[in-house]
């Protein structure tokens, strides 16, 4: 086991041992024990009380931060002729069809979120190999097949991200950066925990938020306490 570097030792000498900290508090802290010389996401991490392997009892939504990412996302809009104005104007970096999907097959994905029409899912279900595994595949349960193409541009160009349970019953997200604000984090962090609760699935029985860690590319994790987050 490798040693822990100064830098990794300070972080920790600031976290408690067993606390399980307010929101408030791990919004704060996690910028603190940062030392990375670039501005690192800030990560969160649920454990939820279901059962992935069931259908009834699967979490998947779409949440938008009230402070955004802080990430650029390059959005690739694939569209007819007659909404390409639409989407340029929105935000899209990349606009156009055939020859976008041309470029997928030959295995180009420099792009974070594709938007498209449901018209045109007939053509893009043929890159299923590229974009899933990248999870690049537009559905239209995270809004990304519409044909209001402007606004799916402009949400997700504001913060908006999708997430799904895991198979081991775990949500993680990205939610911001070390460089915003302690109640820029909060505020982001707490969207997405209250939208969590709100997708609860009617047949998930027991505790629901079992476990919600914050922390940092570069820093150790931060227990919350899911009281000082429930409404």
């Known amino acids: 086991m490798s040693k822990l570097t100064k830098k990794q030792k300070l972080a920790l000498s600031k976290i408690e041992p067993g606390k399980a900290y307010s929101l408030t508090e791990a919004s704060a802290l996690v910028k603190e024990i940062t030392l990375a010389n670039f501005d690192a996401s800030v990560d969160v991490?649920?454990?939820?009380?279901v059962d992935p392997r069931k259908a009834n009892q699967?979490?998947?939504g779409v949440v938008t931060l009230p402070h955004?990412?802080?990430?650029q996302v390059r959005v690739l809009a694939l569209c007819t002729p007659d909404k390409e104005a639409e989407a340029k104007e929105a935000g899209a970096d990349?606009?156009?069809l055939d020859e976008y999907?041309?470029?997928?097959?030959?295995?180009?994905?420099e792009i974070d979120v594709i938007i498209?029409?449901?018209?045109?899912?007939?053509?893009?279900?043929?890159?299923?190999?590229?974009?899933?595994?990248r999870g690049l595949m537009p559905n239209p349960k995270s809004g990304t097949v519409t044909n209001d193409i402007g606004s799916a541009v402009k949400e997700v160009k504001s913060g908006k991200i999708d997430f799904k349970v895991d198979k081991t019953g775990i949500v993680h997200t990205s939610i911001g950066k070390v460089s915003f604000n302690a109640e820029q984090i909060k505020d982001n962090?707490?969207?997405?925990?209250?939208t969590l609760?709100?997708?609860?699935?009617?047949?998930?029985?027991?505790?629901?938020?079992?476990?919600?860690?914050l922390s940092s590319t570069m820093s150790p994790s931060i227990k919350i306490d899911p009281k000082s987050v429930e409404e």
């Open 189 to 194: 962090a707490q969207e997405f925990i209250s």
């Open 68 to 71: 955004g990412t802080g990430k």
């Open 197 to 213: 609760i709100k997708l609860k699935p009617s047949a998930a029985k027991g505790t629901y938020l079992k476990s919600i860690y």
């Open 116 to 133: 498209t029409m449901p018209a045109i899912m007939g053509k893009i279900g043929a890159l299923g190999r590229v974009l899933g595994p």
């Open 45 to 49: 991490d649920v454990r939820l009380g």
């Open 101 to 109: 999907i041309e470029k997928i097959k030959g295995g180009w994905t």
């Open 58 to 60: 699967m979490v998947r």
């Open 94 to 96: 990349f606009v156009g």
